[in-house]
């Protein structure tokens, strides 16, 4: 399966965001300075348009954790984000 507004096999960074060792919670020694990134892709043997989402410690290409997601997983980690998000007191927004 191919996205047709996009044209052939797709593999599409939507956003990424380097964690930096100053954006760390004081007082956890255990953080770890960490890269996320979002991405789409559809080039799996189904054909299936999946989200990527890959986490991997800052310094370390290539070593992180990449999950391609459903878009039903998708939805599932939004909803956790959103609540998370409220049960600290803030608005669920999208952007």
Request: avoid cysteine; proline fraction near 8%; glycine fraction near 8%.
């Amino acid at each position: 399966m191919t996205f047709p507004e996009l044209g052939a096999d797709v593999r599409r960074s939507i956003d990424d965001y380097p964690i930096t060792v100053d954006e760390l919670p004081p007082g956890d020694e255990d953080a770890t300075a960490v890269s996320w990134a979002v991405a789409i892709s559809d080039d799996y043997d189904d054909a299936q348009p999946r989200v990527v989402l890959t986490v991997e410690e800052i310094g370390r290409p290539g070593t992180g954790l990449l999950a391609h997601m459903t878009p039903d997983h998708t939805r599932r980690l939004r909803a956790a984000l959103f609540d998370a998000l409220r049960e600290i007191g803030e608005p669920g927004e999208t952007s």
